[in-house]
Nanobody, 117 residues
Framework: QVQLVESGGGFVQAGGSLRLSCVVS????????MGWYRQAPGKQRELVAN???????NYADSVKGRFTISRTNAKNTVYLQMNSLKPEDTAVYYC???????????WGQGTQVTVSS
């Protein structure tokens, strides 16, 4: 079974930056869409960025211009560079394919991002 291991979260002040990483146990070479999702307390999980196998990217309006998604297929790794962080970016961040494995029933442990004002 595939494993998704996210890392790189932490506590940062508003305006700061973090870089998240996600290592996938299986090959992501043939997975067209990989994405980063987030879930804030009391809110539904949302897709914030996705990237195709060819490198095309798409972002939620709330993070456009601040976040950058990338992938290294040879390392089965997906990254999320987050700049100009805001308190409303506080959430647990997860990576998964788009649509997610198991129809949304399978996720990694996620990585917590906390942005203070």
């Amino acid at each position: 079974q595939v494993q998704l291991v996210e890392s790189g979260g932490g506590f940062v002040q508003a305006g700061g930056s973090l870089r998240l990483s996600c290592v996938v146990s299986g090959s992501i070479f043939r997975i067209n869409f990989m994405g980063w999702y987030r879930q804030a307390p009391g809110k539904q999980r949302e897709l914030v960025a996705n990237i195709t196998s060819g490198g095309s990217t798409n972002y939620a309006d709330s993070v456009k211009g601040r976040f950058t998604i990338s992938r290294t297929n040879a390392k089965n790794t997906v990254y999320l560079q987050m700049n100009s962080l805001k308190p409303e970016d506080t959430a647990v961040y997860y990576c998964n394919k788009v649509p997610p494995y198991g129809g949304g029933s399978y996720w990694g442990q996620g990585t917590q991002v906390t942005v203070s004002s």
